[in-house]
């Protein structure tokens, strides 16, 4: 499955915001047998329908999607100077789908930044910069070696020139992902490199940040097209002792409405390319992760690669008009049930049965 990297300069609030993933114990209600590594977070993704549906269908279980985030420890400046755990950090990264990075934007005289200095822009400067310093180390390894491979295969000439383009953007200091709508992901993709992956900012902050709206959107516009979430991970980890009425509270009181791991795992969601669709019955109300813009067979692929094989059809009725309707059969009476065939790219809400052949 997919995964976001949390990377961040030391002292921002990583191991807190990772403590806080870790300790939810949705999963391993609904998971019991997943073995999960020590260094993955797994966070449900929060979706009401589920509750919905299962009313609807009296079903006896919910199971919601989930996002993984990976914990990237190790140094971070001087990285792609090579040394030991620079190597390993760099390789940690390489392996993730989307690169977390979580920005300190709280002040506490207690908890020594590393710069001496509270400074989100410049915390994000230096990470992307050793990203960036391995990028063109790669490149620096791969031109040459696609330039005598062009010369005597024509398909490598493409690769070659999508380097080249993606050299020119890295040496103007910015990440390949700032720049994807000129980039050919696809021909780049051999070359394993680090800043085309999508990024995602958390901005771990305190109150006086989280309820100041024109600071908060003016640190979200500083790193778009990136997806930001705003957090306090040291209440984040509070919340998970806390019973739900004194959660509210303590949420109320730094003025957020639901807990910040919530917009995470959508953020995350989101910045991995995933969507939902949505399957209900007397066992269970389910949530399936699928990428956005799947066809339904690959969607019924996701329950079981028989389904994908055997696909016939997907009976489909939008979650809303389902809810509307009350039931399913009332929604079939209601003209609201459709037949789908293997073309059809799902929507999210899509509530789905499958027919196939086995
Ligand atoms: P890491 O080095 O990035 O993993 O940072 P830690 O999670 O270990 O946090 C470093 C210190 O900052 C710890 O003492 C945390 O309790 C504290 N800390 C983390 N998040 C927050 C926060 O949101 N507010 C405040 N005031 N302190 C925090």
Redesign the pocket.
Known sequence: SLTLGIV?L????????FNALTNNDVLAANYPFATIEPNVGVVPLPDPRLNKLAEVFNSERLVPAVVSFVDIAGIVKGASEGAGLGNKFLANIREADAICQ?VRV?A?DD?IHVDGRVDPAADIEVIETELIIADIQTLEKAIPRLEKEARVKKDRKPVLDAANAAQAVLDEGKTLFSARDKLDGELLRELSLLTTKPFLYVF???ESVLTDAARVAELKASVEPADSVFL????EQELLELDAESAAELLESIGQFEPGLHGLARAGFHTLGLQTYLTAGPKEARAWTIHQGDTAPKAAGVIHTDFERGFIKAEIVAYDDLIEAGSMAKAKAAGKVRMEGKDYVMSDGDVVEFRFNV
Do not use: C, R
């Open positions: 961040g030391p002292n921002v609030g990583k191991s807190t915001l979580v709280f506490d908890v771990n902050a305190d306090d991970a040291k209440v």
